[in-house]
């Protein structure tokens, strides 16, 4: 796996599904937190296991009850 994939300076909305282990997402935020940052992406986040253990975002919006969250950066 490509654990050093950096993101074009541009805005985004990224869908993820659990997408993967915490330490590789959490990678993927870091790799990327600036371009993010700077552009106020927005994480869409399904089946989000490890939303509380996830750093680097600003505000998060969270649906307890289907595990969904928005995560702007």
């Given amino acids: 796996m490509h654990l050093k994939k950096?993101?074009?300076s541009k805005p985004y909305i990224l869908f993820m599904f659990n997408p993967f282990g915490i330490k590789t997402l959490?990678?993927?935020?870091?790799n990327n937190l600036n371009t993010l940052k700077?552009?106020?992406s927005v994480i869409l986040y399904a089946n989000d296991l490890w939303?509380?253990?996830?750093?680097g975002y600003e505000i998060?919006?969270?649906n307890d009850n289907f595990n969904?969250?928005?995560?702007y950066f």
Avoid at 26 to 30: A, E, G, L, S, Y
Avoid at 51 to 55: G, R
């Fill in 60 to 62: 998060i919006d969270r």
């Fill in 38 to 40: 700077k552009h106020n």
């Fill in 6 to 8: 950096k993101l074009d």
């Fill in 68 to 71: 969904l969250s928005v995560i």
């Fill in 51 to 55: 939303i509380n253990d996830l750093k």
């Fill in 26 to 30: 959490q990678k993927f935020i870091n």
